[in-house]
Structures are given as C-alpha cells and as structure tokens.
C-alpha cells in the first residue's frame, strides 16, 4: 500500500516530517534546547525508509566501481554546499592562525581541511577531527557511507520471502546495537584517542549508523506490503501517541529514569522506537498530524532541510561574531528566529544553483 505521493515520488507528510527534525537540531545548536539526538535519529531512519520506497522497483548495480558510482551521485547536489560551509568556517581557523601562528594548529587545521574534502573526518573517534571546521558535515559522511551499501541493502531486502523477515531483521538490528553500544560503554578508552568515545561510537560512527538506516529501509518494505485501512480518528491518535512517545522517551531520558538514562542510550536508541513510529505512521497520511505536515509551506521547508542542514551552522556562526563584534546581545528567541529566516532564505537560493546543475 502507497500513501498519495508528488510527481517526483516524495510523500509530502515526511517531507514536513523533515522539518520537525531539522527543528529539534536547529535549536540544540542555537541554545534554546536539548532535543539534537531526536531530529537526528529521525533522519537516519526516515533515510532508509525513503531510499527503498525510491528504489525498491530498481535492480541497482552492486559492483564496486557502481557502488561508489551511486554514493557519490546521491550527494552531489550537497558536495558543492559542503564546500561552501567548509570554507566558510575555514576563515575561523585562519584568522586564529593570524592572530597566534602555531605549527601544530597550522597541520592540524590543514590534516581537517583534507579529511573534510574526503568526507572521512568521521572514521576518526576525537570530537576535534569529526566535528571540525562546519561540524554537521559529519552526517554527510555518515549518509555517503550508507548510500554506498544501499544497493546491496536493496538486493537483501528484495529477496525477502514474506513480511516476516523485515521484521526479524528490524529485531535484530535493534539488538546488535544495543548490545555493541553496551559493550562500548564498557570500554575504557584513553582520552588521548577520544575525548567521548561512546558518543561517537552511538551517534557519529557510520558502521552503527547503518543500523538506523537498514531499520527505515526495513520499515519501508513493510509499509509497501501491508494494506492498512486506517480511519481519520484512528490514524490521529497512533499520530499523537508517536509524537507522544518521543516526549516520554526524552522525560525519561533527562532526568535519568530507569535505563533510559544510561549513557549508551542517550545518543541513538533511546530515541529509536518513537523516529520508527512516527515515520511509518505518518507515511500513511491519515491523521490530522499528517495533514498539517502536508502543508505547502512545511513541505516547501522540508524539500529545502539537506540544505538547511548544512547552512545553519554557518549563518550562526558568522551571526554571533557579528553581533559580538558590535558588543550587542538580542534576546535568543529573536536571535533564533532571525538566524532561521536567514537560513531558509540561503537554502532557498542555493537550491536554485543546485537545480541549475543538474540540467547540465
């Protein structure tokens, strides 16, 4: 069963979906909250769940060279951005050069710009190499790692004998990475090789990633051979009881409740249950929660996130510094507002450039 899609095969509720998501980690970056872990964790699964509702018609290629082919041709549209937003924290680091040269940060800064330029920064467990220069561009190298292994998730999946499988393998997933994410958290490791290993472990490392990813890609094959006929009442309240969910699990994980406020949860699974409620639910666009997020400007907002994504951090920092350089403060509420008009307005233009590029 297919939801209505647009032309271009998208179902408008999960493109609004993506704004809720860019949202919660748009205000952990601007300080006015904590909630970062939650729009990722629905980014990763939402991901899969997409990428086989996309592909799974499509016999992909799983040589090597095609592999690589695929990966690097589902991010092109981003690279260029990556880019740009590279460069522009780069000023940063020259301008701490200038003011007090140092040889170590000259190779440091240099080794980030290479790492950086291969989208490899985050095979590195130091929290100064994968979040550096424009930090977020961790989750592009994550995303380049699992579109490479796509074709060959795809090829699993299709081989599936009946819906059965696609939920062991959800069951499964979802045990490996509780089980290897408490075997990390016993690991002592020195702090030398990672100021936070289990955080990059859990929440950056592309390996335990994938699990996120392959769950989505799962979900979505469910959801394409399943009926279900859901009423309006009924979708809407299994929409609210998702979006619930996620508020329950984030309680409970703040004030440390139980396991849920174990270290190893706080990043990924934790979170995990309620991004796959309310992905697969809302994919039904049933609900009232699903229509509000079919709006056209929220789908407008969500086509533009990859965008936005890696904007955003930009447009903060340079706002900051500005506002520092004239010794003025603005209340954080306007300052985020301002700085998220700033943001959609740049991901706007640039999807215009990035259009353009794709004609030739």
């Not at 943001?343 to 259009?355: D, E, F, G």
Request: proline share 2%.
């Amino acid at each position: 069963m297919i939801s209505n899609q647009r032309a271009d095969g998208k179902i408008e509720s999960l493109q609004g979906l993506r704004v809720f998501a860019f949202l919660m980690i748009f205000l952990l970056h601007t300080g006015l909250s904590d909630t970062g872990e939650i729009g990722v964790s629905i980014f990763f699964v939402l991901s899969g769940f997409v990428m086989y509702l996309r592909y799974r018609n499509t016999d992909l290629n799983t040589s090597v060279k095609e592999l690589f082919k695929f990966s690097a041709g589902k991010i092109k549209k981003l690279y260029l951005l990556h880019i740009i937003t590279m460069l522009a924290f780069l000023y940063f680091e020259i301008k701490i050069l200038v003011e007090g040269f140092s040889l170590n940060k000259l190779i440091e800064t240099i080794w980030h710009v290479i790492l950086n330029l291969v989208l490899l920064q985050v095979w590195s467990p130091n929290q100064a190499t994968y979040f550096s220069l424009n930090g977020v561009c961790w989750f592009l190298c994550v995303c380049l790692f699992l579109y490479l292994l796509f074709p060959l998730i795809n090829k699993g999946i299709k081989g599936y004998k009946s819906v059965k499988s696609a939920y062991v393998s959800i069951a499964v997933t979802v045990l490996l990475m509780a089980l290897a994410a408490m075997v990390v958290a016993k690991i002592n490791v020195p702090e030398s090789i990672s100021n936070n290993f289990t955080k990059w472990f859990t929440y950056i490392f592309p390996v335990y990633r994938l699990g996120d990813f392959i769950i989505g890609c799962n979900l979505s094959y469910i959801f394409t051979n399943k009926e279900h006929k859901l009423s309006v009442p009924t979708a809407s309240l299994l929409e609210a009881a998702a979006f619930g969910l996620f508020l329950l699990l984030f309680m409970l994980r703040r004030y440390g409740v139980f396991v849920f406020g174990s270290y190893f949860l706080r990043y990924n699974l934790v979170y995990l249950p309620a991004s796959m409620a309310v992905v697969y639910i809302l994919a039904h666009e049933k609900g009232l929660i699903s229509r509000l997020l079919r709006l056209k400007p929220l789908v407008i907002v969500g086509d533009l996130s990859s965008y936005a994504f890696l904007i955003h951090t930009v447009v903060i920092k340079y706002y900051f510094d500005i506002l520092a350089g004239f010794s003025l403060a603005l209340n954080p509420v306007v300052s985020t507002l301002i700085i998220l008009v700033i943001t959609i307005t740049l991901s706007y233009l640039y999807s215009i450039v990035a259009k353009k590029r794709i004609k030739k």
